[in-house]
């Protein structure tokens, strides 16, 4: 029995000209035998497939999409993006031309059609001047159109090849056989004019928007120009070599010089520099690298030269996964997007459909003219309806919604994401390394009154600690020299103990001192308590008498997170922390952090429980962590975030990321969210507002009321701006700020909550 193997996979997509082809493409590889979801973008110009690789491959899918008329590349290396990219170009540039001579040989037919009707031979001139407009230049449409109707379907080249076909051949008609016309008293109008402006006006639309589709994606050619091309290798006999990025292998030691682009992700051997992040954090301060610093591909070394081993390369560096991550979310949709699909399935055969009824109305109620105002009503309802401002209104705001969060440091998963975000009400934040930095440090430090050598001392036992907080305790006490240790013993959540010159030491919680019965001086046990009250844990050092020094070891806030709760609670968001720590610490960090409600003790089927009984009382709940423990209440909530300096597991479950794990990133993210569904609701009305008013008045709706019937060449510049004007509506998000100026003035932590939990042990062990 075949086991079910679900991959996804981006596919460039070829032979798109309307948000219509999008939809029929859409629709054909969602009715494939596999695929559990696809989602064709035509702004991006990529289709993402989710399919099962058992039941159906790529090949399946690639003719698939061949029977509807288009094609699907499949055969992908490291240079397909560079093809698409090399494509755009050369389509633009085809465009360009078309556009520009469509425009040239327009403006004379135009002009002669408008003020010079009566000169010799003005019908002549009109059509050989429009001809390779229709027939050269805008052959495409027609192409296009044929390609459709041969598979059955319809799209907006349809509409235009119909519309322009129709005025083209009507005109040559009545220039030949104007007698037949003239004993019925009708005068002969020709209308090449609004065939060949038509042509030259789409194409322009066309043009205008192929340059703004470019312009959307901006953000992942900014991120794909982060990687160098070539690095310098140093050989382990110091010989440097420059190779391609592409023979790059883990383990190999790299040379980074100031100014340069740091080409794989890696570990600092040698040297020190300040490397510019802010690729990554949005943060524009240069970081300080010295040995055993992480780096990471695409940030800029700023000053030292420095040499680190490459640890992730190729598809595996961070760069290369948030290019795969920006890629997979701009192709993605956002719900609403469901309801755009369907209307613009049926949109061209209904728009058909109301075009030869305006027609037959015509023909019936206008007796003298009724053909010829019908068939120009049929042309302008045909020319006027816009698919392409429906289908552009969401991904066009999706991608640049997406694109500018990359750009500030948030990572967005899918569009249903981005749209959730707005929607939050409840922030759930785990505390180790989301609310603080996760790194625990030693903050004080007190010798008892005759303890000269207890420094040393407590730097050799905790060497060989294996406890998490005695990496804390060393790293603090580096400069001082360890004193060595005999019959060093690991007490089991207590500390450890061991001998120098016979004599036993201790060090440990207070339990540990109190089992061995060793006194306590004044001054330390002050120091101890004030310590426990400032929610800090507490490593006693103790000789077989008297305690000796007392160390107080804490995991400091992010000063970021202080900023981040205030300004989720000012904009109405509750704020929630979760932890597994003890109940003084947790609520320390939360009187700190301006935390209201806060939970210790938690274990991590708790924090989803915690999560679900938050969704149950009717609230949008996002959980933000930094943990493998966090996942299961990362999946649990409506929104997950995950800190970039986290697991792997909670980016993978995550529906953002934020890579620099800046808590003030998330307000950034609900507010670019609202941003962002403002800007599809405005495309999407008056896309819709467009073709609602647009489409009767070009049937003829106010010819009986005022005498006016829109002229096709207006209806041809109407449509081509209703698609530029839902473009650079979207563009205009890359302008709007989402940073909030930062105030350092906390709000007043009025109530603070604990939910009491049973004590299931705590995550310091020590105290």
Known sequence: MKK?????????????????????????????????????????????????????SPETLQKAVQDA???????????????????????????????????????????????????????????????????????????????????????????VAYSTGIAYLFSLFNMLFPDFWLVRGIHPHVYFEAASVIIAFILLGRLLEEKAKGNTSSAIKKLMGLQPKTVVTVSPSGEQKEVPIEQIQPGDIVRVRPGERIAVDGIVTEGTSYVDESMLSGEPIAVAKQKDAKVFAGTINRTGSFLFRAEKVGTDTLLAKIIHMVQDAQ?????????????????????????????????????????THGLLALVTVLIIACPCALGLATPTAIMVGIGKGAESGILIKDAESLETARQIDTVVLDKTGTVTEGRPTVSSFTLGGHATEAAGIL??????????????????????????????????GKGVRGEVQGRTYYAGNLKLLEENRIAISRNLSDEAARLTADGQ?????????????????????????????????????????????????????????????YKADVLPQDKAAFIARLQKEGRKVAMAGDGINDSAALAQADLSIAM?????????????????????????????????????RQNLFWAFIYNIISVPIAAGLLYPI???????????????????SVVSNSLRLKRKKIRTEHSHKPMPNKEQNSFPHPSEGNLTGRN
């Open 331 to 371: 192709g993605s949709k956002a719900p609403v997007q469901q309801l755009v699909d369907k209307v613009a399935g049926i949109f061209v055969p209904a728009i058909i459909a109301i075009a030869v009824f305006a027609f037959g109305v015509w023909l019936i109620f206008d007796i003298e003219n009724g053909f």
């Open 706 to 724: 005022n005498g006016f019937l829109l002229n096709p060449m207006i209806a041809g510049a109407a449509m081509a701006f209703s698609s530029v």
């Open 459 to 492: 730097h050799g036992l905790e060497r060989l600690s294996e406890h998490p907080l005695a990496e804390a305790v060393v790293q603090h006490l580096k400069e001082t020299t360890p004193t060595a240790i005999e019959h060093f013993e690991s007490v089991t």
């Open 644 to 680: 970039g300096g986290g697991s792997d597991i909670a980016m993978d479950v995550a529906g953002m990321t934020i890579i620099s794990s800046d808590l003030t990133k998330i307000p950034e993210a609900f507010k670019l969210s609202k941003l962002t569904v403002r800007t599809i």
């Open 69 to 159: 008329g288009y094609d699907l590349l499949i055969a992908q290396d490291k240079h397909t993006l560079e093809e698409a990219e090399q494509a755009h170009d050369k389509r633009y540039a085809t465009l360009k031309f078309r556009t520009t001579w469509a425009i040239v040989l327009s403006l004379p037919v135009v002009v002669i059609g408008m003020f010079f009707m009566n000169m010799p031979y003005a019908n002549l001139v009109m059509w050989a001047l429009s001809t390779p407009v229709v027939f050269w230049l805008g052959s495409g449409f027609f192409v296009n159109a044929w390609k459709h109707m041969r598979h059955g379907g319809t799209n907006m080249d349809t509409l």
């Open 4 to 56: 079910n193997k679900i991959v996804q996979k981006n596919f460039p997509v070829q032979g798109m000209s309307c948000a219509s082809c999008a939809a029929r493409i859409d629709k054909t590889l969602n009715h494939q035998p596999g695929v559990s979801k696809a989602a064709v973008n035509y702004v991006s110009g990529m289709a993402t497939v989710e399919y099962d690789s058992t039941q159906c």
């Open 537 to 597: 844990t507490v490593i006693w050092l103790a000789d077989e008498k008297e305690a000796l020094a007392v160390a107080g070891i804490t995991d400091r806030i992010k000063e970021t997170s202080v900023r981040a709760v205030n300004e989720l609670r000012s904009a109405g968001i509750e704020v929630y922390m979760l932890t597994g720590d003890n109940e003084a610490t947790a609520r320390e960090i939360a009187r700190k952090a301006g935390i209201a409600h």
